[in-house]
């Protein structure tokens, strides 16, 4: 959660990263001997294996899907062989001519199940089947409407039950099934049938297409009431099964009292709406009985919630009774229904018209056009970008026996991911063009201590002329040099810790010679001080350092090396929102008018402009910036437009007027007004709080929490964490002692740097404007 010009210095570190899964070996099929197959079984791990003989022509389209079937068996901790017998192999398997066509599970040694390669016909099959072989338990599958009937009896007042139709074993409905029972399986029970006249028994419609049913048993106490039956009405697809059961999960009704446009629940973030039921005090028990029958009607379609119009502190329509909200940050809707068909027909028609411009953008794209493209945006990018190669070999994977070794041998950044995960996979790419980044300057930083010892002041010429260390200079801002007398220990101590941090970012280096008078007398610096030398204007500034610390040395280089008169980019935007001054910003569409950037350089250089952020903003670079002057103005007014906007204090958006050029006279002319209160604001930004969508999302406060935590530790407390962590080691066979030790690692490493993680911590809460 550090800002982004923490990221970009950081740079002493190892990538690494951990399939939450499975730790991968390749996508391809590994080929073995049956004693080497068999040597290579753990206990409790599953493993397919399709036995061949090694001269005999093997079924070439099987092991294409066979193949396919590697990366999604793998991430869920199965792997997948082909092994050669030869002739004189004494093993089962590798014996008469029908048992090779035959595939078989193992879990460790022992066989669970043999599959003929004919019901394996791709890959979909082989992981449906797989999977279904080993969640035994955890899906059960039932042929009539007495076993479905007897499993619901069994069940009430314990467990929910996830009951689904699919034409047959193998499709891609049945894999989608099986895994989402993997993730949830524990949590529910599943219930699986192809026999279709068992769907046509309880009142399915659309019988042709597969189905799955939430059926609500836990909360029935009273064993002659049914259970409710909640149909997911979306194609069952990976995706879609675990949106629905995120609904499921969801509260059937929820009361709030605060403005609905602030309102998020877990519905918005799957894409789903929000239905608020208006309610006041004399009428609450009607109105609550009506939003439980609503939100029982909408149940996995929307979000259903009761306000409260008498806690509100904003004003909505005497007579509205309903309030829709399509999505965040799209204004809300105000309507008048009186009828509980009227609120259910308004949230489906709304889904059938976005549905209808989903199938339309669908039937534009013209890549691939037979394979299904899953409407999530982030899954999209995942498929489309499925033939890229990533370079892997820029990064460390993990596994639990190698984790800890890894992490604490050096400043590791560690991803978490899973395979068959949209948004990891995604995330997986941008870590990896990272890494790329970060190649050349992680190598060539690692050759220099931070910060330099420079032992003579022709060094120090040489170091500040850019002569020593060039190479680096393309890669990293500097150099910079501290000046300190030889008995300053402290103020070394700190500069020394600021050098460290800002590795790989700035070129630090720091003279303490007795002769280091010669250079402060020659740079007018009272030491302790430091040098910036500004290659592109040939100066070299000092600046004074006299009780400063290493966090706010730390941050005066940082400033120091902003630029005057910057464009702003949604990356660079918190490092200028963190000097707390409005901004004056200079909206362009295309390349800044050389004219106005000189009348703007003029007044930085006269000091006229030192209480603002002077800055600009190019849209066809940045196209955020037409939203963010749509917020301002309604409209997108003519381009170019200068603004001052107080983010930090009160909120005022003022606008240079636009029939005057943007010249320094009219613009100071005008920022004396402004300084004056002789300028009408266009619009106030809304103070509202921004607070995560959900709890799991406030990483800022577990940021807080553990620097709190840790600011009570001491140095032998941290040795006895430690200590704490190497007996885990002792037991790795334990899996949860395993997980309490990796997140141990990582709490320890992480408290290292609660210090600095304070200071972003402080700075963040002011990036949210962005």
Known sequence: MMSSSFSACRVGFSFVMMNIFYKSVGDSLPELSPQKYFNTLQPGKASLAYFCQANSPSPSIFLEELNEAVKPLQNYGISVAKVNCVKEETSRYCGKEKDLMKAYLFRGNVLLREFPTDTLFDVNAIVAHVLFALLFNEV?????????????????????????????????????????????????????????????????????????????????????????????????????????????????????????????????????????IVSQQATYEADRRTAEWVAWRLLGKAGVLLLMRDSLAVDIPQHTNVIFKREERVPVEFLVLHDIDLIVSHVENNMHIEEIQEGEDEDHDMEDPDIDIQDDEVAETVHRDRKRQLPLELTVELTEETFNATVMASDSIVLFYAGWQ????????????????????????????????????????????????????????????????????????????AGNYLRGCVITGIYSEEDVLILSNKYAATLPALLLARHKGGKIESIPLANTHAEDIVQIIKNAFLETFPEITVENLPTYLRLQKPLLILFSDGSIIPQYKKAILTLVKEKHLDSLTPCWLNLKNTPVGRGILQAYFDTLPPLPLLVVVNLHSGGQVFAFPSDQAISEQNLLLWLKKLEAGLESHITILPAQEWKPPLPAYDFLSMMEAAASRHSARKGPEYMKETGVQESDEEQHEDKSAIRKELTETLRIKHWNRSNWFKEAEKSSRHDKEL
């Open 140 to 276: 059960k599958y039932i042929t009539t409407l007495e076993d479905l009937q007897n499993m619901e009896n069994a069940l009430k007042g314990k467990a929910d039950i996830a009951f689904s139709y699919v034409r047959a074993v193998g499709t891609p409905e049945h894999r989608a099934v099986m895994e989402a029972a993997f993730v949830y399986g524990t949590t529910y029970q599943f219930v699986l049938t192809t026999e279709i006249a068992l769907l046509e028994s309880i009142g399915a419609k659309d019988i042709e297409y597969a189905h799955l049913y939430f059926f609500h048993c836990k909360v029935v106490l009273d064993l002659t009431q049914l259970c409710r039956r909640t149909l997911m009405e979306q194609p069952l697809t990976t995706l879609n099964i675990h949106q629905f059961i995120k609904t499921m999960e969801a509260p059937l009704l929820t009361e709030v009292a605060e403005d609905p446009q602030q309102v998020s629940t877990v519905h918005l973030q799957l894409g789903l709406p929000l239905v608020f």
């Open 422 to 497: 949209a948004v990891s996979m995604a995330f997986l790419q941008s870590y990896i063009d990272v890494a790329i980044k970060l190649k050349v300057i992680y190598s060539s930083s690692n050759r220099i201590s931070c910060p330099v010892n420079i032992t003579s002041v022709q060094e120090a010429e040489e170091y500040l002329s850019g002569e020593l260390y060039q190479d680096l200079l393309s890669y990293s801002r500097g150099p910079v040099l501290g000046l300190f007398s030889p008995t300053m220990t402290t103020a070394k101590e700190d500069f020394t810790e």
